[in-house]
């Protein structure tokens, strides 16, 4: 089935499981029926919003600290790095991540058309990386790894009313770290944003600050999914929703920490 939006752009989606892959079983794509298609729709109308955000914002420039200013350095040298599936430590992240999401459940290659029942859109997970390079496997592994709990409730849709057809959850994780680096203007030679200065501050207070936002991030689009009673055709205005839930929470003055916004709490490890 292809599903095609208004713009001409093919979607993708994955229907609601009726069972999830046994211990010592293989995955087959018959636990789900998957519709696959163009990436564009991933972040579409996303850039838009951090655009728009940086027009309002363009005339400020932030004045860093040499610490500040390292610590971006090399949370930028992560960004930019592409998933390469020739290079043996990034096939051996994405191994970690399928024994994370499956444990005791043998995986019968990098290119499987098991990785489906995790959400990619085909067989080669290495494809969707390209929207957000290798930080975004990162980042999925350290949510599996650090806040297993939560992890596990997103990808088997666990919480709340599910939608008939649920977004895919590793793209939609790809997407989240898209909207990250956008909404904290990484890809530029500093922040020009009152949230980018508020992200620096708790980058220099925590290293690993992009990773846990990314996972209060998930967590938090979750929601906003089951508020608004989304489906598929729903994704990007649950995206959009979901950055303004974030910077209002980065913008309270009780946000000293990232322990201190009210959407950590929903993480369980």
């Known amino acids: ?23 010592g079983s293989g995955c087959h794509s018959s636990h789900a029926e998957v519709v696959t298609g163009s990436t564009a729709w991933l972040g579409r109308g996303l850039a838009c919003v951090c655009a728009q955000r940086r027009e309002i914002d363009g005339r400020l420039l932030l004045n860093l600290t040499p610490s500040q200013e390292e610590c971006l350095r090399r949370l930028q040298s992560r960004i930019v790095v592409t998933y390469d599936s020739s290079k043996k430590e990034h096939q051996e992240l994405l191994w970690a991540l399928w024994y994370y999401a499956y444990p005791g459940v043998e995986l019968h290659g990098l290119i499987s058309n098991q990785w489906k029942e995790m959400g990619w859109q085909g067989k080669d997970p290495s494809t969707d990386f390209r929207g957000g390079g290798f930080i975004s496997l990162e980042n999925l592994l350290f949510f599996a790894k650090t806040y297993p709990k939560s992890f596990h409730a997103l990808l088997r849709k666990q919480d709340g009313v599910r939608a008939m057809w649920e977004y895919p959850f590793s793209v939609a994780g790809v997407n989240i770290t898209f909207m990250l680096i956008q909404m904290f203007d990484l890809q530029s030679g500093r922040p020009r944003s009152m949230v980018g200065a508020i992200f620096l501050k708790l980058l220099l207070e925590n290293e690993r600050a992009f990773d846990m936002l990314y996972c209060i991030t998930f967590k938090m689009m979750d929601q906003q999914w089951l508020a608004m009673h989304a489906s598929y055709m729903d994704f990007n205005l649950v995206m959009k929703s979901t950055c303004r839930q974030l910077e209002r929470e980065l913008l309270l003055e009780d946000t000293q920490r990232i322990e201190d916004m009210p959407s950590y709490r929903l993480l369980k490890r």
């Not at 089935?1 to 211990?23: E, F």
């Open 1 to 23: 089935m292809r599903v095609v939006d208004g713009k001409g752009g093919l979607l993708v989606a994955v229907r609601r499981l009726s069972q999830w892959p046994a211990r």
